[in-house]
């Protein structure tokens, strides 16, 4: 009886479950993730889908992932120019 009272009342009021909705999508014909490891710990992951740069740190089994901005990588870590096509050089500026 009290199910019956509060799926009424819910009703009533207007409140409804929230649902989200699944949306797929083929990346496979996108540009993938770089991955510039520093050592066994520390790694660089550079999105071109979104000109995205992070850097993961995995210790154990737990890990941390922070935004870094991609102009200072890509002046900073050489390996980082080829991904980084977005950002202008010190040449281009």
């Known amino acids: 009886m009290r199910k019956t009272l509060?799926?009424?009342a819910l009703g009533a009021s207007g409140c409804v479950y929230p649902h989200t909705q699944l949306t797929?999508?083929?990346?496979?014909?996108?540009a993938p993730f770089e991955i510039?490891?520093?050592d066994y710990t520390h790694r660089y992951i550079i999105d071109p889908r979104t000109e995205?740069?992070?850097?993961l740190t995995l210790i154990g089994e737990s890990g941390a992932m922070v935004h870094v901005p991609c102009a200072k990588l890509?002046?900073?870590v050489p390996e980082a120019t080829a991904?980084?096509?977005w950002e202008p050089t010190d040449l281009e500026k």
Do not use: E, P, V, Y
């Open 24 to 30: 797929t999508t083929d990346l496979g014909r996108q």
């Open 36 to 38: 510039i490891q520093i």
């Open 74 to 76: 890509k002046k900073n």
């Open 52 to 55: 995205s740069c992070f850097l």
């Open 6 to 8: 509060l799926a009424i």
């Open 83 to 85: 991904f980084i096509t």
